[in-house]
């Protein structure tokens, strides 16, 4: 585990002082990674999760969602 002084956190497996692998991230505001990473970055498969309630699953390279993916967003009392 490794706990940055801005108070993102992450937890998994680390290759060269990279996050590498299986891993999750906490970030401070309250949203949540989880899932592969590949030099440092969320790449392969995994779930984005805000604190609004919102997700995404699915497909992510160098970061950014890419390919086939789920986005599920929270019911609104409206």
Do not use: V
Request: hydrophobic share 20%.
């Amino acid at each position: 585990m490794h706990t940055w002084l801005d108070g993102d956190r992450y937890e998994g497996e680390w290759k060269s002082c990279l996050r590498d692998g299986n891993g999750t991230d906490f970030f401070a505001n309250g949203d949540m990674y989880i899932g592969q990473y590949i030099e440092g970055t969320p790449s392969g498969f995994g779930q984005y999760k805000w604190t609004n309630g919102n997700s995404y699953t699915g497909e992510f390279k160098q970061g950014i969602k890419h390919g086939k993916g789920k986005w599920k967003k929270k019911a609104s009392n409206y």
